[in-house]
């Protein structure tokens, strides 16, 4: 168990030489009928290079996070992931926060994101950082969990929007 925090990471867009240590993660954090494979890893990273983002700690990757731009106005948040050694020390929060204002800065007003209706960790994470819960998608994973669709509104794109 590592004794390090959120702020002892490096935020940095991922590389091809980062896709073995961002899978391995995968593979620890989700369940095997749900890992995206390496070739869908590196298919998000040559589309998105700029949203699919890692944190580093003494050179090690301990989480990731990928999003993309659908309709030229939404950051799409399509996986997070914090290997299970390093969670609850904030890595996943700043990852977060790093994604957002990456996708702020490319534009986007809204972000959108899908978690386990069950990931009670995840969920109340999100909403500490300004999600809220729109709807929920019944049957959405694998085992047959729903899934909830949760959205943020970029404090500037506000009153474009409302």
Known sequence: MSRCH??????????VNDIDEVYLIERLSFHEQEVYPKDLLKFYLSIAPKTFLVAEVG???VGYVIAVIRRGYIGHIVSIA???SFRGKGFGKLLMIKIEETLKILGCAVL?????KTNIVARNLYLKIGFVEAYEVPNYYFNGCDAIVMFKLLPECRQTLV
């Open 82 to 84: 914090v290997n299970p």
């Open 59 to 61: 050179g090690k990757i």
């Open 6 to 15: 959120g702020n002892d990471a490096k935020i940095r867009e991922a590389s």
């Open 112 to 116: 959108r994101l899908e978690v386990k």
